[in-house]
Nanobody, 121 residues
Framework: QVQLVESGGGLVQPGGSLRLSCAAS????????MAWYRQAPGKERELVAT???????NYADSIKGRFTISRDNAKNTVFLQMNSLRPEDTAVYYC???????????????WGQGTQVTVSS
């Protein structure tokens, strides 16, 4: 089992930057893919970016060129660098981890509690 704790959210002006962090603990060596999601009030949770254990990344079209996902395996941490922020980026951002303890197990998905990002002038 994996526990995830996000940090780094806050209030920022349009065009500004924030860096989110997600610290993982527990069965960290079984983690395959980590991701950032976001959810605005009244809207469904949206996938923002993913990063595999090998470092392969994928991004939502809405944030391509502005956000960068990265991970530090030695520190068991995943990051989301957010630049050129827009008001529509306002949401609670959630860290997630997908893990498969052995090839005989299914994939499991875990979530952090989220961190608020507000982009406003």
């Amino acid at each position: 089992q994996v526990q995830l704790v996000e940090s780094g959210g806050g209030l920022v002006q349009p065009g500004g930057s924030l860096r989110l962090s997600c610290a993982a603990s527990g069965s960290i060596f079984s983690i395959n893919t980590m991701a950032w999601y976001r959810q605005a009030p009244g809207k469904e949770r949206e996938l923002v970016a993913t990063i595999s254990s090998g470092g392969s990344t994928n991004y939502a079209d809405s944030i391509k060129g502005r956000f960068t996902i990265s991970r530090d395996n030695a520190k068991n941490t995943v990051f989301l660098q957010m630049n050129s922020l827009r008001p529509e980026d306002t949401a609670v951002y959630y860290c997630s981890a997908t893990l498969r303890p052995t090839i005989s197990d299914p994939y499991y998905h875990y979530w952090g509690q989220g961190t608020q990002v507000t982009v406003s002038s």
